[in-house]
C-alpha cells in the first residue's frame, strides 16, 4: 500500500495543453458545423445572386411565402406547447396530441358546416369563428383530458417509457375512432367567411386576411397562456409541478390536480390550433393530425422541451425552415424542383440546432428526476 | 371503485365478443361470390362460356414451365382480387373490386368449376401494401391470376413476387409506362411476365395531353407537379417528353409535392415563380383538393390553367367549387354502347347493374377496365383449362400466359382488346374533358373537348 505511487511524474505535460485531447467525436462535429454554415451561406449567396438576376420569386413572392410560412409556424407553436408542458410536468412525449389537435378541429368542421348550411357562416364572419374556436376548444380538452384520466393516470408510477409508449396508441386509437365516427374522406371547411380572404394593409405591407387573423389569434393565445403560467395561482402550481413533484405536493399543492389543468391547457392550446388550421388548410380527414404532431414535436425540441417561450419560438422557426427554407439555401444551390425537400428541411433544421445547441435554442426546462 | 368486477364483466363481454366474431360470418373465404354483393344481378342476355367439346382427357397433360395447377373435382378455381379499398384512393380501388365481383356473376362457372375470388386483398396504394398483399397470395398455390393493382406503385412492388410463382396479373388501372414499356419497343423498368393490363400506357395519355395543351389551348410554358409515385411521375415525364420535343413547349419547372403534404405554398411560390401558363399535375384528390384551394393565393397563378387527370377524376375533387375550369386527360369514358362479345352485356348494362347492386355510381372510371380485366382473365382460364375425367381440371400457367398474349381483337365494354408483347391490351382511347359545373359531375364526365380516336 504504502508503495504506491501517489506522486506525480515527474515529466508531466503540463494540464493546460492535457485539456486539447483530439476526441474524433467533438472533430466530426465541428466538421458538421462548419459544413452546414458553408453550404447556408452559398445557398443563400447563390439564391440572392438568382433573385438578381430576375429569376426565382419575385418580391411580392418572397414576401407571402414569409408570411404563409410565418402563419403555418405559429400554428406548429401552439401544438407544440401541449408537447412542452406535459414533457414539464409529467416527464414524457405524449404522442397523442397530434391527434387531440386533429379531434378539435375535426368537431369544429362539423359546427362550422351546420353553420355555413343555416347561413349564419357568411352573415356573421366573427361570430362564427368565436363559435367554431370555442367548439374546438371544448373537444380537444375534453378529449385531452379523457386519455390523461383513462391511458396516463394509471400508468403515474411506471417507468417513463411505458406512457410513452401508451402514448403511441393512444393516437392510433384516436385516429380510428374519428375515422369510423366521421369516415375516411377528406373533408373540408367552408371557405372563409365574409371578406376575410382580402388584402390587409398593415405598415405598408399587404397581408392576406385569413394569415393574419392567423398570426393575431396565435399572439393572444400565446400572450394569454403566459399570463396564466406566470401570474395565476395554477399556472404558478403548474411549474412548482414540473420544477420537482414530490415537493410540490409537500407544499400543499395538488399534485393530481394540477396534472390534469395542464392537459387541459394543453388540449385548449390544440383547440385553438385547430381553428387555425380551418382557416389555412381547410381540409380535414382523420389523419391530419399525424404530421402537424411530428412537425409541432420536432418545434417543441428545437425550442427546448419543457420551454413555453421556447416551443412556440421553436414552432415559427420550423414553419419559417420549412416554408422558406428550400427555396432559399437548396435553390441557390442549383437543386432542381426544391419543394419536393420540405420535411428534408425542417428535420434537417431539428438535426443542426441539436448539433449547435443540444440543449434547444431557448434550454430545456427538465424535472428533477431529469436533471444530472 | 370494485376493480374485480368490472374487470370480469369486461373479460365476459369481450369473450363474447369474440365468440360472435368467430361464429358470425363463418364462410367468407369459400364462396363462389364475393360476400358483399346482394343477389340482385339479373343479366338478362348472359351468354354462359363456351363450353368445350371435347371428352375430358384421361390423364393430365405435361406441365410447362412454370408448372400447373390442378383444380380438384368440387373446388373452386382461385383468382384474387388486390384493389386500393381502403384509405385515400378507395375512391378508385372499390369499383374496381366490384367490377371484378360483376364479371365473375356474369361468367358463371368455367368447366364446372365454379370461380372464387377470396377476400379481396387491399393494396393501400403503395409498394409497401403492393408487396405484402402479393406474398399473402403467392403463398396460396391454388391461385391462378389477379386482377389489381389499382395503382402503379402497388403493382411495380407486387409483380416480382407474383411473376416468381407463375401466376398472371392483369390491371385494369395501372397506367405508368415502366410496368410494360414506352410504346415504341423499348421494356419498361419494372416490366415482369405475366403482367397485362386493360388501362391504357400513360406514354399515350401524356402525348395527348400535351397535343391538347399545345394545339388546342395554344400553351407553350407548362409547370408540372407530380407526388412521387409511378403513376403521377411517369404521367409528368411522358407529358415533358411530348410537349418538348413533339410540340416545341418548354416545362418551366417539374417538381412534385409529398404524399399527404397539405401546405402547397412552397411549391405554388416555386412554380409561380418559374412564370408558367399552366400548371399539370396529374395526382390524386388526397393533393389535389389543397392545390386548388390554395392557388388561387399566390401571386402570379391567378390566371393559370389548371389541368389535371384521371386521378383527380373521382366524385369528392369534382365537388369542389375550386375545381371548376379545369381540365381533365383521362381514358375515354363514353363507352355506354360497347359491348363485351363473351357476357353480351353493354357498358350501359353493367352501369346500371353495379347502381341496382351498390345503390350508388360508380366513383371512379375505371370500374370497366376491371370488368373486362376479370372476363379476359376467365376467358382465357377456360381457354387453356383441360378438364380430367376424374372431374378435376388441368391448368398450365405457361398455356394461360400464352393465351392472354395472344389476345387480340377481343371486344370489351372498353373498347377493342389486343395485348401486346409487353402486356398492354387496352384500347387507348384517351380524351380531354373539361370541368364546368361542380354540382352537375355526370356531365363533366360526358363533355369531351379532345380525343385521340378521331
Not at chain 1, 123 to 152: D, G, H, K, Q
Not at chain 1, 289 to 302: E, N, Q, R, S, Y
Not at chain 2, 363 to 371: E, I, K, L, T, V
Request: net charge negative.
Amino acid at each position: 500500500m504504502l508503495s504506491r505511487n501517489v506522486t506525480p511524474p515527474a515529466t508531466t505535460t503540463p494540464t493546460k495543453t492535457r485539456r486539447f485531447r483530439f476526441n474524433w467525436v467533438d472533430g466530426f462535429l465541428w466538421f458538421i458545423r462548419i459544413a452546414a454554415i458553408i453550404v447556408i451561406v452559398v445557398g443563400i449567396v447563390g439564391s440572392i445572386q438568382l433573385f438578381a438576376a430576375g429569376e426565382g420569386p419575385t418580391l411580392e413572392q418572397w414576401r407571402d411565402l414569409v408570411i404563409s410560412s410565418f402563419a403555418t409556424g405559429a400554428m406548429y407553436g401552439l401544438i407544440a406547447l401541449g408537447y412542452s408542458m406535459v414533457y414539464g410536468v409529467l416527464g414524457f412525449i405524449n404522442f397523442a396530441h397530434g391527434e387531440v389537435f386533429m379531434s378539435g378541429t375535426m368537431v369544429g368542421l362539423i359546427a362550422s358546416t351546420m353553420l355555413f348550411d343555416s347561413g349564419f357562416w357568411d352573415a356573421n364572419p366573427m361570430a362564427s369563428l368565436l363559435i367554431v374556436v370555442l367548439v374546438a376548444m371544448f373537444t380537444s380538452t375534453l378529449v385531452a383530458v379523457l386519455i390523461e384520466r383513462v391511458a396516463y393516470r394509471p400508468l403515474r408510477n411506471a417507468p417513463r417509457l411505458i406512457p410513452l409508449i401508451t402514448s403511441i396508441g393512444v393516437s392510433f386509437f384516436l385516429q380510428y375512432a374519428f375515422a369510423g365516427l366521421f369516415g375516411v374522406g377528406v373533408r373540408s371547411y367552408p371557405p372563409a367567411p365574409g371578406n376575410l380572404d382580402d388584402d390587409v394593409e398593415i405598415f405598408g405591407i399587404s397581408i392576406a386576411g385569413t394569415k393574419l387573423l392567423v398570426i393575431v389569434v396565435a399572439a393572444i393565445s400565446m400572450v394569454a397562456l403566459w399570463y396564466f403560467v406566470k401570474r395565476t395561482k395554477t399556472g404558478t402550481a403548474m411549474r412548482a409541478v414540473a420544477e420537482d413533484k414530490e415537493i410540490a405536493g409537500l407544499m400543499g399543492i395538488n399534485v393530481e390536480r394540477t396534472i390534469v389543468t395542464t392537459f387541459a391547457v394543453g388540449g385548449a392550446m390544440a383547440g385553438v390550433a385547430g381553428l387555425l388550421w380551418a382557416l389555412l388548410f381547410r381540409g380535414v380527414d382523420f389523419l391530419t393530425g399525424f404530421l402537424p404532431g411530428i412537425k409541432a414535436f420536432t418545434a417543441a425540441v428545437l425550442g427546448g422541451i419543457g420551454n413555453l417561450p421556447g416551443a412556440m419560438l421553436g414552432g415559427v422557426l420550423l414553419g419559417l425552415f420549412e416554408g422558406v427554407g428550400p427555396l432559399l439555401v437548396l435553390a441557390g444551390l442549383g437543386i432542381p424542383a426544391v419543394s419536393q425537400l420540405k420535411d428534408f428541411v425542417a428535420f434537417s433544421a431539428l438535426i443542426l440546432v441539436l448539433i449547435f445547441r443540444p440543449s434547444g435554442l431557448l434550454g430545456e426546462r427538465l424535472g428533477s428526476e431529469d436533471r444530472a | 371503485m370494485k376493480p374485480n368486477r368490472v374487470m370480469r364483466l369486461l373479460a365476459i363481454l369481450g369473450a363474447l365478443a369474440l365468440i360472435l366474431a368467430a361464429c358470425g360470418n363463418g364462410d367468407t373465404t369459400d364462396t363462389t361470390e364475393a360476400p358483399e354483393t346482394p343477389d340482385a344481378t339479373e343479366a338478362p342476355e348472359t351468354t354462359d362460356a363456351p363450353e368445350t367439346t371435347e371428352a375430358p382427357a384421361t390423364e393430365p397433360p405435361e406441365e410447362g414451365p412454370l408448372g400447373a395447377v390442378t383444380v380438384a373435382d368440387g373446388e373452386d378455381i382461385q383468382i384474387r382480387s388486390l384493389q386500393a379499398i381502403t384509405g385515400d384512393v378507395a375512391f378508385l380501388g372499390i369499383p374496381n373490386a366490384r367490377g371484378v365481383d360483376m364479371a365473375i356473376l356474369d361468367y358463371g362457372a368455367i368447366k364446372g368449376h365454379d370461380v372464387s375470388v377470396g377476400t379481396g386483398l387491399d393494396d393501400l396504394c403503395s409498394a409497401d401494401g403492393g408487396q405484402a398483399a402479393a406474398q399473402t397470395i403467392v403463398s396460396d398455390e391454388q391461385v391462378i391470376g389477379v386482377v389489381g393493382t389499382s395503382c402503379s406503385g402497388a403493382a411495380v412492388a407486387a409483380m416480382p413476387l407474383i411473376s416468381a410463382a407463375g401466376m398472371v396479373m392483369i390491371s385494369s388501372s395501372n397506367t405508368s409506362p415502366a410496368l410494360t414499356s414506352d410504346m415504341q419497343g423499348n421494356v419498361g423498368t419494372d416490366n415482369h411476365a405475366g403482367y397485362y393490363r386493360t388501362a391504357h400506357n400513360d406514354f399515350i395519355q401524356g402525348a395527348v395531353a400535351a397535343q391538347f395543351a399545345s394545339e388546342e389551348l395554344g400553351l407553350t410554358a407548362v409547370a408540372l407537379i407530380h407526388d412521387g409515385d409511378p403513376y403521377t411521375n411517369g404521367l409528368t415525364s411522358a407529358f415533358e417528353g411530348a410537349f418538348t420535343s413533339t410540340y416545341g413547349g418548354t416545362i418551366t419547372v417539374h417538381t412534385a409535392v409529398a404524399k399527404e403534404q397539405v401546405d402547397m405554398v412552397p411549391v405554388l411560390t416555386e412554380v409561380a415563380a418559374s412564370g408558367p401558363e399552366a400548371i399539370y399535375f396529374p395526382i390524386f384528390p388526397a393533393e389535389g383538393t389543397f392545390i386548388v384551394q390554395q392557388v388561387g393565393g399566390i401571386a402570379g397563378l391567378e390566371d393559370v390553367i389548371l389541368y389535371g387527370a384521371d386521378g383527380l377524376i373521382a366524385d369528392n375533387f369534382l365537388e369542389i367549387p375550386e375545381s371548376e375550369g379545369m381540365y381533365f386527360s383521362g381514358p375515354n369514358l363514353a363507352f355506354g354502347a360497347n359491348t363485351n362479345a363473351i357476357t353480351g352485356q353493354s357498358a350501359d348494362d353493367v352501369k346500371a347493374t353495379y347502381e341496382a347492386t351498390y345503390g350508388e355510381p360508380p366513383s371512379a372510371p375505371f370500374w370497366a377496365h376491371s370488368y373486362d380485366a376479370a372476363i379476359l382473365l376467365l376467358s382465357a382460364i377456360d381457354e387453356v383449362a383441360v378438364a380430367l375425367d376424374d372431374g378435376s381440371l388441368f391448368i398450365d400457367r405457361q398455356a394461360l400466359r400464352d393465351a392472354l398474349g395472344a389476345t387480340s381483337g377481343w371486344a370489351g365494354i372498353t373498347g377493342v382488346v389486343n395485348c401486346d408483347e409487353f402486356g398492354d391490351c387496352a384500347a387507348g382511347e384517351v380524351t380531354v374533358i373539361f370541368h364546368e359545373d361542380s354540382t352537375d359531375i355526370e356531365a363533366t364526365k360526358n363533355n369531351i373537348v379532345f380525343s385521340n380516336t378521331e
